[in-house]
């Protein structure tokens, strides 16, 4: 599934929206500690998106 272009470029846009709203976050807990959590989970959702999209395209490279 995640071997066609439109789906990995779409995990690709959710995980740069993730990432950058990760970011955002981790600014704003510099003056409100209590978004740190969510930061950290965007952020760690943006890092495990791109690692699943570098994983299937490698396995997907090495099956043929």
């Known amino acids: ?5 439109p789906v990995r470029w779409m ?8 990432g950058g709203f990760g970011v955002f976050l981790l600014y704003v807990a510099l003056d409100d500690p209590t978004e740190l959590p ?3 989970i ?5 890092v495990t998106i791109v690692w699943s999209i ?3 395209a490698k396995a997907s ?3 043929k």
Do not use: Y
């Open 42 to 46: 965007f952020l760690g959702s943006a």
């Open 11 to 18: 995990f690709s846009v959710m995980s740069a929206l993730f």
């Open 61 to 63: 490279t090495d099956h």
């Open 1 to 5: 599934m995640l071997n066609s272009a």
């Open 38 to 40: 969510p930061a950290l």
């Open 54 to 56: 570098q994983h299937s």
